[in-house]
């Protein structure tokens, strides 16, 4: 009727939507990068995804697992997965933007002198 042929209940197609869920990562996780498995709670019970988390990650940056969000209409295709960047609070690091700010403890002396002190970075501990 009206034209549209072969537009019946089964023509129906319409893509899921996109899902957004936290990731959280300690500082040296975001530092390094690498591989992070985690479990999200969704409609259909617990599901498991490798992360790969890139190298120096930021706070607030989204992570994205095409095709692991919600399911679409008839034949369309599943929405993406969105993980966003938290990173946790830490005894030692500060980080502001891409800087990681570490407080050391000097004498003036020190400072005035160019003392070689050991810092520790995300990367390593200090010998």
């Known amino acids: 009727m009206f034209g549209g042929r ?3 209940p ?8 996109d899902q957004e869920a936290e990731l959280p990562l300690t500082v040296e996780e975001a530092y390094r990068g690498g591989r992070k498995e985690i479990t999200l709670n969704g409609p259909d019970g617990p599901r498991s ?3 790969t988390i890139p190298p120096g990650v930021n706070d607030g940056r989204r992570i994205r697992l095409a095709g692991e969000g919600g399911r679409g209409l008839g034949d369309g295709p599943a929405g993406d997965l969105y993980l966003v960047v938290r990173l946790l609070p830490h005894p030692i ?3 502001q933007g891409r800087n990681i700010h ?5 004498a003036p002396w ?4 160019g003392a070689s002190v050991p810092v520790a970075t995300p990367g390593a501990r200090p010998r």
């Open 10 to 17: 089964r023509a129906t197609r319409t893509a899921g939507a």
């Open 110 to 113: 020190e400072a005035a002198l």
């Open 102 to 106: 570490v407080d050391l403890k000097l």
């Open 93 to 95: 690091f500060r980080v």
């Open 49 to 51: 995804y490798t992360v």
């Open 6 to 8: 072969g537009r019946g």
